[in-house]
């Protein structure tokens, strides 16, 4: 079994059920949810003109090699109603291999650790939650590290009663 960080992202229709549901179908496929962390809501970065995030990572186990890993991420946003349109525009559901273990990737298909991970505010404040001294692969920094060098980006934590 390996350990993955994986990012979860909706901003249409009902968010918090739809991250509820991709983390049932993630455990459902043999991808084995151990901790998870807050919700976050964050402000859209590259396509400014669209309803705000609600984002998370889930800290898992799993049996499956990278490539199985994202073959079966990605049909579980098929199953969720992901369809693919507009690049970084809104979508019901968005689930990202962050990490995979301690390995670095770079195919077509998928790169790991994520490109641009470093950059984002609504990966790394979830990542400095649950693994504040987690070390990028790459970078050899710690989540919480990284998370301090990110400027700007508004993210909160989200209160469903608001």
Known sequence: MKRVYLGLGSNLGDRADMLRQAREKLTAS???VLRESSLYETEP???ADQPWFLNQVVEAETGLFP????ARVLQIE???GRKRG?????????IDVLLYHRFVIESRALMVPHPRMQDRRFV???MAELAPTLRHPVLK???RELL???KGQSIRMFNPAS
């Open 67 to 70: 490539m199985q890993l994202i």
């Open 86 to 94: 507009i690049d970084k525009g809104p979508r019901v559901i968005d």
């Open 124 to 126: 790394l404040a979830p």
């Open 78 to 80: 098929r199953l969720l």
């Open 148 to 150: 301090d060098r990110v």
């Open 30 to 32: 043999g991808i084995v």
């Open 45 to 47: 970065q590259d396509v």
């Open 141 to 143: 920094k710690s989540m």
